[in-house]
């Protein structure tokens, strides 16, 4: 594939961010083009790919790893099958853009990265707060030395409320393994250089106290120590009545860097109620930009034959925090990383 080629890409999933990223991909990424569209839900590919122009779409996914016009593939399928289809997408040797989390069992997690450098194709993780402006110039504030040496690091994330789902529909520990996981990578990126050793988690049912008995936790906060002295916190919510929330903060010996809010613009309004900003309702406003290039930097990626800026390496990082943060809600006790990762 040469720079001036077009990276063909396929959605595996037709859900709500599987539509976000297959909208990118059609309209908005450059060099890029939606070529196909697979959902198990009947009708739910079709009509995903009758908007957006693409011109194939299917409800087996084998049969889109199976095309030879497909050079990558974006996978926002359920969280449980991203091990099977990141392996299954590799063999094929499709490159793959991943959502989080990549696996979630550490053994599921070393399959996917072996698969992908096996077959040698890209794999990429969606972690996109990293490709947010804002949490970009903070990364580049501490690479930089302004914030001098890390001490004290903050990252948070409040879905809106209020919350309306359906507790026995969301898995176990979702908490930890599809929220608060971006947060645990953000930590870790902007701590660079440094591991984390252990984890002290404590979660509860505040939102849905009814829904506690069946394991659904809403509201947790999460503590980390790293090896170079660094103490972090994540913290998470199901009901931010106010809107998306997602922030996040380093602290160090020459300074400070925040980023991140709820704001959808930076406009405010003051009238004779007071002052009022625009929220966002969902993470695909708030993270636009975010969305839009860490997708432009998997497209990169495949025509340059780079490495990609997030891989599975990091997901496996973040991963192990989340299931030492459930294992030290169930002992409540701290619990160091070895004990997870041996």
Known sequence: MTVTDTVRLATIGAGRIGGNHAGLVARHVPGAALAAVADPVPG????????????????????VLGRDDIDGVLITA??????????????????????????????????AIAAARDAGVVLQVGFNRRFAPGFAAARAAVDDGRTGTPQLLRSLTRDPGPFTADPARIPRWTIFLETLIHDFDTLCWLNPGAAPVRVHATADALIRPDAKADGHLDTAVVTIRFDNGAIATAEAS???????????????????????????T????????????????????????????????????????????????????????????IRSVETAAPVDLAEVTA
């Open 238 to 264: 199901f009901s931010a009545l106010y809107g998306y929330d997602v922030r996040a903060e380093v602290f160090g010996s020459g300074g400070m860097v925040t980023a991140g809010s709820g704001r959808s």
């Open 78 to 111: 359920p969280a449980r099958a991203h091990t099977d289809l990141v392996v299954a997408a590799a063999a094929a040797g499709k490159h793959v853009f991943v959502e989080k989390p990549m696996a979630v069992t550490l053994e599921d997690a070393d399959r």
């Open 44 to 63: 739910a590919a079709e009509r995903l790919a009758a908007s957006l122009g693409a011109p194939y779409a299917t409800t087996d996914p084998a049969a």
């Open 266 to 325: 930076d406009m405010t309004y003051y009238g004779p109620e007071g002052m009022h900003a625009d929220t966002a309702r969902r993470d695909t406003d708030l993270l636009r930009p975010a969305y839009l290039a860490e997708l432009t930097a998997f497209a990169d990626a495949i025509r340059h034959q780079a490495p990609p800026p997030v891989t599975g390496h990091d997901a496996r990082r973040a991963l192990a925090i989340a299931l030492a943060a």
